[in-house]
């Protein structure tokens, strides 16, 4: 797991890698098969997710052997911004890198209520093209809500996260006064 660097589209409301990447180790301190990694967030610039996932293919390759692939695991509202326009006009997202990534990597959408990924991928005929690389998990008995926008509302609302991320990432927020406002 990658999080992102400080200059990320210059979203404001990130607080600092150091502690993103420190939640993110404790999140993943006891998994066997999921690590997280700053490559990516000790970056001086944002670096687009195909670049990304070609430099940690490089890494696994390099330990695994060749015959080891990467996919891309995304929440549906990722799918959902791939044909988002910026205010200057331009693509949030490239069309050759979504196109790479799916033919290169393969997706794993975790649909979330609220996004409609299969949507978004039927009206994308790029994507539509390519179907078969592309996973939608959806959970019909429970479908998840958990996003890390509504978790740091309910921090900053002074509200408990317990049981919606692991322990030791609400012990680190706690020790480290995060998201309060």
Same mark, same amino acid.
């Given at each position: 797991?990658?999080?992102?660097?400080?200059?990320?589209n210059?979203?404001? @409301?990130l607080?600092?890698?150091?502690?993103?990447?420190?939640?993110?180790?404790?999140?993943?301190?006891?998994?066997?098969?999921?690590?997280?990694?700053?490559?990516?967030? @000790?970056?001086?610039?944002? @670096?687009?997710?195909?670049?990304?996932?070609?430099?940690?293919?490089?890494?696994?390759?390099?330990?695994?052997?060749?015959?080891?692939?990467?996919?891309?695991?995304?929440?549906?509202?990722?799918?959902?911004?791939?044909?988002?326009?910026?205010?200057?006009?331009?693509?949030?997202?490239n069309?050759?890198?979504?196109?790479?990534?799916?033919?290169?990597?393969?997706?794993?959408?975790?649909?979330?209520?609220?996004?409609?990924?299969?949507?978004?991928?039927?009206?994308?005929?790029?994507?539509?093209?390519?179907?078969?690389?592309?996973?939608?998990?959806?959970?019909?008995?429970?479908?998840?809500?958990?996003?890390?926008?509504?978790?740091?509302?309910?921090?900053?609302?002074n509200?408990?996260?317990?049981?919606?991320?692991?322990?030791?990432?609400?012990?680190?927020?706690?020790?480290?006064?995060?998201y309060?406002?």
């Open positions: 797991m990658s999080p992102v660097a400080d200059s990320y210059n979203k404001k @409301t607080i600092k890698a150091t502690h993103r990447f420190q939640m993110l180790c404790a999140a993943t301190k006891s998994s066997e098969w999921i690590r997280a990694d700053n490559w990516e967030c @000790t970056r001086s610039t944002w @670096t687009r997710t195909l670049q990304v996932l070609a430099h940690h293919k490089e890494q696994v390759q390099q330990k695994f052997g060749s015959d080891v692939n990467l996919i891309l695991v995304v929440g549906g509202d990722v799918v959902d911004s791939f044909p988002r326009i910026l205010p200057d006009g331009s693509n949030l997202w069309a050759s890198d979504i196109l790479k990534i799916i033919t290169e990597f393969g997706l794993i959408v975790l649909a979330r209520e609220g996004s409609k990924p299969l949507d978004t991928i039927r009206s994308m005929s790029v994507l539509a093209e390519h179907a078969d690389k592309i996973h939608v998990l959806q959970d019909e008995v429970c479908p998840s809500s958990v996003s890390s926008t509504r978790l740091r509302a309910a921090l900053a609302a509200q408990s996260i317990k049981y919606s991320t692991p322990d030791d990432v609400v012990t680190y927020i706690k020790e480290n006064s995060l309060r406002s």
